[in-house]
T-cell receptor
Framework: KNQVEQSPQSLIILEGKNCTLQCNYTVSPFSNLRWYKQDTGRGPVSLTIMTFSENTKSNGRYTATLDADTKQSSLHITASQLSDSASYICVVSVVEYGNKLVFGAGTILRVKS | SQTIHQWPATLVQPVGSPLSLECTVEGTSNPNLYWYRQAAGRGLQLLFYSVGIGQISSEVPQNLSASRPQDRQFILSSKKLLLSDSGFYLC???????????FGNGTRLTVT
């Protein structure tokens, strides 16, 4: 079983709409949780990093939330744009493994006009 | 500003041939350097990381090796490629283990 599970696997939304991507993790304790955006054929780009004590972190139209009690994080995208089409990857830094990063498989988002 | 260069972008190699992928970082010193492999539908898998020149840690036993001959240069190699080595290889750097990773644009390797 994956230690970082993301849902949905893929999502299609209309331009201008909001969406929320989910990340559930089992690893504990962790030092930080990250969200990355990966365009097709490119390397991932960091969106947010949250420590275990933070509840929310924003980066423009992207807002990440963290509930350490339920071990869930979400990434909310507001007023989606065509350029938001990408894979969004949730990553947890595991203290037990020397802050090794455990990656989710990603959610593929497609924004259409 | 810092930049990371990774090449080539795509590579097609026959089984049994050698491999050398190169990654260089500019604009920072003594970075942590990483090689990841990304398989379709799966999370990135850490292959190697380095905290300094000549210091390489391997995460997964396999047909690959890594070297760091200079502070900002990281090389992924194989003496004889296997079909299973096909994949998308990503180089990354960070200032430390709690800082964001900065990825290169990856190399799509196809072993035929």
């Amino acid at each position: 079983k994956n230690q970082v599970e993301q849902s949905p696997q893929s999502l299609i939304i209309l331009e201008g709409k909001n969406c929320t991507l989910q990340c559930n993790y089992t690893v504990s304790p962790f030092s930080n949780l990250r969200w990355y955006k990966q365009d097709t054929g490119r390397g991932p780009v960091s969106l947010t990093i949250m420590t275990f004590s933070e509840n929310t972190k924003s980066n423009g139209r992207y807002t990440a939330t963290l509930d350490a009690d339920t071990k869930q994080s979400s990434l909310h995208i507001t007023a989606s744009q065509l350029s938001d089409s990408a894979s969004y990857i949730c990553v947890v830094s595991v203290v037990e493994y020397g802050n090794k990063l455990v990656f989710g498989a990603g959610t593929i988002l497609r924004v259409k006009s | 500003s810092q930049t990371i260069h990774q090449w080539p972008a795509t590579l097609v190699q026959p089984v049994g041939s050698p491999l050398s992928l190169e990654c260089t970082v500019e604009g920072t010193s003594n970075p942590n350097l990483y090689w990841y492999r990304q398989a379709a539908g799966r999370g990135l898998q850490l292959l190697f990381y380095s905290v300094g020149i000549g210091q390489i840690s391997s995460e997964v036993p396999q047909n690959l090796s890594a070297s760091r001959p200079q502070d900002r240069q990281f090389i992924l190699s194989s003496k004889k490629l296997l079909l299973s080595d096909s994949g998308f290889y990503l180089c990354a750097w960070s200032q430390d283990r709690d800082s964001p990773l900065h990825f290169g644009n990856g190399t799509r390797l196809t072993v035929t």
